[in-house]
């Protein structure tokens, strides 16, 4: 089996814009339970409730604006220097009022060493309600280490290698009855522009896949919401 161990590593600052986004999630209460991916501001008064200074900066952008944007800035062994940034859209569809508020959302990074990676999610609910759109996309360029075929590896032993990845799966569901949606869903992800040093343990392996994949496929989709 190919050992592959991931260069890779989530950025402190990552964690903590994303730590401040799941606060504001759980600051923002629906009436009726909306699905987890789904932000939903409610009008309701909270003037009466004595509030922490971050609550009531959350309270204050949430109610005067549709939309975040944050920032990030950091340095990690594995990509040196790197800069991106948090963009989320709320919104509800033109004429569309009964349904709940719908999102998108997309973040990327570039950093010092030419890696990069952007994703791109959004969660639609639209006629009521009746169709759920959710749906990611994800592409990169970065690293792993490969170490060889099987379980005689040897750790001190290593390939970097260095590749493009993208991912997308988009699913679309109607609602049957209620919390109940069933619909279909399609995934595709790419491996391409594998680069390691020609000799070396990858180059040497018959390890499939070395020289890019694909995969393609779709399926039934069952919701409980």
Do not use: C
């Not at 204050?60 to 062994?77: I, T």
């Not at 990074?109 to 309600?129: A, C, I, R, S």
Request: hydrophobic share 35%; no cysteine; proline share 4%.
């Amino acid at each position: 089996m190919s050992q592959f161990t991931p260069l890779k590593s989530t950025p402190f600052s990552i964690h903590v814009w994303l730590l401040l986004l799941l606060l504001i999630g759980f600051q923002l209460k629906g009436q009726d339970n909306p699905p987890n991916d789904t932000i939903h501001i409610p009008p309701i008064d909270t003037s009466h409730i004595k509030k922490s200074f971050v609550k009531k900066v959350i309270y204050e952008v949430s109610k005067k604006r549709k939309f975040l944007l944050a920032p990030e800035l950091g340095r990690s062994p594995q990509t040196g220097f790197y800069t991106g940034i948090y963009y989320l859209q709320l919104f509800k569809l033109k004429g569309d009022t009964d349904s709940r508020t719908s999102n998108v959302e997309t973040y990327g990074t570039v950093t010092e060493k030419n890696q990069f990676y952007l994703t791109f999610n959004n969660t639609v609910l639209f006629d009521k309600e009746k169709y759920f759109w959710r749906g990611n996309t994800y592409i990169s360029k970065f690293n792993e280490f490969f170490y060889g075929l099987g379980n005689n590896i040897d750790v001190n032993t290593k390939d970097l290698i260095n590749f493009n990845y993208f991912n997308t799966i988009q699913r679309v569901t109607r609602n049957v009855k209620p919390h109940t949606y069933v619909g279909l869903q399609a995934q595709f992800n790419k491996t391409f522009n594998l680069t390691y040093d020609k000799g070396g343990l990858l180059d040497q392996s018959s390890a499939i896949g070395k020289n890019g994949s694909q995969n393609t496929g779709a399926g039934a989709l069952f919701l409980y919401d």
